[in-house]
Structure formats: C-alpha cells, structure tokens
Nanobody
Framework: QMQLVESGGGLVQPGGSLRLSCSAS????????IAWFRQAPGKEREAVAC????????YYIDSVKGRFTVSRDDDRRMVYLQMNGLNPEDTAVYYC??????????????????????WGQGTQVTVSS
C-alpha cells in the first residue's frame, strides 16, 4: 500500500524553526515528484514547495522563498521541509504529496493539487507567541 506520513509539526514562536518530515512507504520515491502543500483555516490549499528528482531549482511560493527549504532522500524514502523564520501567516496544516514522474520531466514547478495522486494526512503547524 502506497502511503505518505508527515511528522514534525507543532507550536512554535514567531521567528522559530521547524523541520517537517514525510515518510514514503510502498513505492520507490525516486520515480516521483514531491510537493509540500498547506491549508490555513478558511483558505484554499496552496503549494508551498515542489521538487523533482535531482531538481537543481525547486519551486517555492514567494512568501516562503529564503525561509523554507525542501529536500528529499530517495534512498531513505524521506521528504523534508525545513522552515525558518516562521511567522503567524505560516500557520496551517501541511501536507506532502507525490505524483509519478517516470521520465523525470517535471522540474522547478508545482502541479495542480488535483494532479498529485498520493497525499499524507497532514501535520499542524501553529506559529504563535
């Protein structure tokens, strides 16, 4: 069974850091593009960071550029989102997602959220003093 499981969320003060992890099981991660999405209360889900295999230039939304870093360890089937300089606007449920990319053609971009076949259950990130 193909599954993604996020961890690492929590409560952090403004300016703090968190590292989210996403563990993939049941499939070979290096044949997939991966993404982190978030959804804040009352808002639509948005792509935060997206990365293909060996992607030299992952995509980030403007609001997180310079603060968030997406990475992947295909051998360990893990995806990470390092979040620094957190602010209250980053409060949301964060999801990792994956979509097959057998030809490794998807780089430096995010797909629409309806194009990712696999999703984790989400992890809550709350930034508050």
């Amino acid at each position: 069974q193909m599954q993604l499981v996020e961890s690492g969320g929590g409560l952090v003060q403004p300016g703090g850091s968190l590292r989210l992890s996403c563990s993939a099981s049941g499939f070979v991660l290096d044949k997939f593009v991966i993404a982190w999405f978030r959804q804040a209360p009352g808002k639509e889900r948005e792509a935060v960071a997206c990365m293909g295999k060996d992607d030299p230039s992952p995509y980030y939304i403007d609001s997180v550029k310079g603060r968030f870093t997406v990475s992947r360890d295909d051998d360990r089937r893990m995806v990470y989102l390092q979040m620094n300089g957190l602010n209250p606007e980053d409060t949301a449920v964060y999801y990792c997602a994956a979509e097959p990319d057998p030809f490794e053609a998807i780089r430096s971009m995010c797909l629409g959220d309806d194009e990712y076949a696999y999703w984790g259950q989400g992890t809550q990130v709350t930034v508050s003093s």
